[in-house]
């Protein structure tokens, strides 16, 4: 492990930390907090190395995740959320990861995976409409991997149910502005987005549970560790490690406010038997 990535972000805490406050003035991820990150590699971290990523240890990926978050919670959320999409797409056909990184290898995945949409059967493909909720950092994304259920040509879901996971682009789908208004966390900008009657092709729809069991890694050749480990313990890491570190971020901010704090008897807090510091 290099910790490269980390060491750029600790290099830029402060301007994370002060874009912070700006992402949650307006609703969502700062241009330069993203700009940042793309100069930084925050979300090609479990990218293969042979579109430009690092190939990242996940624990490296969650230490760094946590320490992002710490600064910059919104900013931290997004590179959980958004850095695990190309190690999924890492193992998609071929086809797919070169149109979605041929061009950019930087190039940011938004999603949810919640079966918002419906995937009807036509030739050579998906005719795919449906809406998402909380699209994290959707904003700075020119893709999408989004939930869907197969169905039959009469549109129909399937039955027993299937579920999919379609790779689309940001042209290919909506961003509703207005669907994002929190208390916490509204510089993540998980907006809701649409998708009305889109063409998929065959080779950019993945079937959730071939995702689940491997079938998918092992049917595009993939051999490298990283993209052996299991999605149950791949998909959670990115929200499991934000959350520390958006906690971590707030607990030494209570620190340091307590650490100057006089309480009404003209005591400092710190020095306060009563208080546990």
Same mark, same amino acid.
Request: net charge negative; hydrophobic share 40%.
């Given at each position: 492990?290099?910790?490269?990535?980390?060491?750029?972000?600790?290099?830029?805490?402060?301007?994370?930390?002060?874009?912070?406050?700006?992402?949650?003035?307006?609703?969502?991820?700062?241009?330069?907090?993203?700009?940042?990150?793309?100069?930084?590699?925050?979300?090609?971290?479990? &990218?293969?190395?042979q579109?430009?990523?690092?190939?990242?240890?996940p624990?490296?990926?969650?230490?760094?995740?946590?320490?992002?978050?710490?600064?910059?919670?919104?900013?931290?959320?997004?590179?959980?959320?958004?850095?695990?999409?190309?190690? &999924?797409?890492?193992?998609?056909?071929? =086809?797919?990861?070169?149109?979605?990184?041929?061009?950019?290898?930087?190039?940011?995945?938004?999603s949810?995976? $919640?079966?918002?949409?419906? @995937?009807?059967?036509?030739?050579?493909?998906?005719?795919?409409?449906? =809406?998402? &909720?909380?699209?994290?950092?959707?904003?700075? @994304?020119?893709?999408?991997?989004?939930?869907?259920?197969? @169905?039959?040509?009469?549109?129909?879901p399937?039955?027993?149910?299937?579920?999919?996971?379609?790779?689309?682009?940001?042209?290919?789908?909506?961003?509703?502005?207005?669907?994002?208004?929190?208390?916490?966390?509204?510089?993540?900008?998980?907006?809701?987005?649409?998708?009305?009657?889109?063409?998929?092709?065959?080779? =950019?729809?993945?079937? @959730?549970?071939?995702?689940?069991?491997?079938?998918?890694?092992?049917?595009?050749?993939?051999?490298?560790?990283?993209?052996? $480990?299991?999605?149950?313990?791949?998909?959670?890491?990115?929200?499991?490690?934000?959350?520390?570190?958006?906690?971590?971020g707030?607990?030494?901010?209570?620190?340091?406010?307590?650490?100057? =704090?006089?309480?009404?008897?003209?005591?400092?807090?710190?020095?306060?038997?009563?208080?546990?510091?």
């Open positions: 492990m290099t910790y490269e990535v980390l060491n750029r972000v600790d290099a830029m805490a402060d301007e994370l930390f002060i874009e912070g406050e700006q992402a949650e003035r307006i609703g969502k991820l700062a241009d330069e907090t993203a700009k940042r990150m793309k100069e930084a590699g925050s979300i090609k971290m479990l &990218q293969p190395k579109y430009g990523g690092h190939e990242a240890h624990r490296e990926f969650a230490e760094t995740v946590m320490r992002t978050a710490s600064l910059n919670p919104s900013a931290g959320w997004i590179h959980g959320i958004v850095g695990v999409h190309p190690w &999924q797409l890492a193992f998609a056909d071929p =086809r797919a990861q070169e149109e979605v990184w041929g061009e950019d290898d930087n190039t940011w995945m938004a949810p995976y $919640m079966p918002g949409g419906l @995937c009807v059967p036509v030739d050579g493909g998906y005719t795919f409409s449906g =809406r998402w &909720q909380f699209s994290s950092g959707t904003d700075h @994304c020119d893709w999408a991997f989004l939930g869907a259920l197969a @169905c039959t040509p009469d549109g129909k399937e039955e027993p149910m299937r579920m999919l996971h379609v790779i689309i682009p940001r042209t290919d789908y909506t961003i509703i502005e207005d669907s994002w208004d929190t208390m916490g966390l509204r510089g993540t900008g998980s907006k809701d987005v649409v998708v009305e009657n889109a063409f998929v092709p065959d080779y =950019r729809v993945m079937d @959730c549970d071939e995702v689940i069991d491997g079938t998918a890694v092992r049917r595009y050749g993939r051999t490298e560790t990283l993209y052996l $480990m299991p999605w149950s313990t791949m998909f959670p890491l990115g929200i499991t490690s934000a959350t520390v570190g958006i906690a971590e707030m607990v030494h901010h209570a620190e340091v406010y307590q650490g100057d =704090r006089i309480n009404a008897q003209g005591t400092a807090i710190k020095d306060d038997p009563y208080t546990l510091f």
